[in-house]
């Protein structure tokens, strides 16, 4: 596990230290900021999923009600909380896109640290990597841990990637086009990323994305092979088996594929 931390990660373990929380599924998150001197609200809001306002260092949040699935609700609600906690002294206005909550590797510093900031609050890494600690990597872990702390799969990866315990590397894809990528710090293997382009032929993304191709229970952990999604190193190296697990989120049409070998 990576044993370092951002000054968002270490930010959101201050406030829940602070709260007397050892586990943030224990409290509404509407409680939890409330307590932390912000108001909490839910009312539509259009393209938004979340709003911040704050004035003399007091906030008003306010989630999207048309959300409907609730533990996305919760990461819009702790994004927001961190920007209370670490940006409210720079902005009066904050509103926060799906994009936003999606793209952590391409967003800006701020909605950086709040996405970090949701995803310590919400899966302290601790308890994040007891859960899945000695035991073999696929997408049941992932379904674990997204049913234990209550985030959506797309959460768990994200933070799977920084502190789970198996080495992966993660691609995100939306509309057939990758966009970013990020591998854990001890996965050796350098992927063949182009920005805009198609994912590989031989990938899972592709199959997705072409075919409309969706595989269900023990087949969502699809076989495939090195030379697929990362550089060969050598001719000699032979081409090993790897495995992808590609989640689609059709509402908005993107992948992410977590992509590794036993």
Not at 100 to 122: C, H, M, R, V
Not at 143 to 166: C, D, M, P, Y
């Amino acid at each position: 596990m990576n044993n370092k931390y951002s000054k968002a990660e270490l930010t959101a373990k201050r406030v829940l230290e602070a709260c007397g929380i050892d586990d943030p599924t224990e409290l509404p998150i509407s409680d939890i900021i409330m307590g932390r001197g912000a108001y909490y609200e839910e009312k539509p809001l259009n393209g938004k999923e979340g709003e911040i306002v704050s004035v003399n260092n007091r906030s008003i949040i306010t989630i999207n009600s048309n959300i409907t699935f609730e533990p996305k609700k919760r990461f819009a609600a702790a994004h927001e909380l961190g920007h209370h906690e670490m940006h409210k002294h720079l902005d009066n206005v904050t509103f926060d896109t799906e994009y936003d909550l999606i793209n952590w590797y391409k967003a800006g510093p701020q909605e950086t640290e709040a996405n970090e900031f949701a995803s310590e609050f919400l899966m302290p890494t601790e308890q994040f990597y007891k859960e899945c600690k000695a035991k073999k990597f696929g997408p049941h872990i992932i379904e674990h841990l997204s049913e234990r702390f209550q985030v959506s799969k797309t959460a768990a990866i994200l933070k799977f990637v920084n502190r789970g315990n198996h080495p992966v590397c993660i691609v995100y894809c939306k509309d057939n086009k990758m966009k970013w990528w990020k591998a854990s710090h001890d996965f050796h293997h350098y992927i063949e990323f182009s920005y805009d382009s198609n994912p590989p032929i031989g990938s899972v993304a592709y199959e997705v994305f072409t075919k409309n191709k969706t595989y269900f229970k023990d087949e969502k952990k699809q076989q495939i092979w090195k030379s697929d999604w990362f550089r060969m190193r050598h001719n000699e190296e032979g081409d090993p088996i790897f495995y992808e697990y590609c989640l689609h989120v059709k509402s908005f049409n993107y992948t992410i594929s977590i992509i590794w070998e036993d």
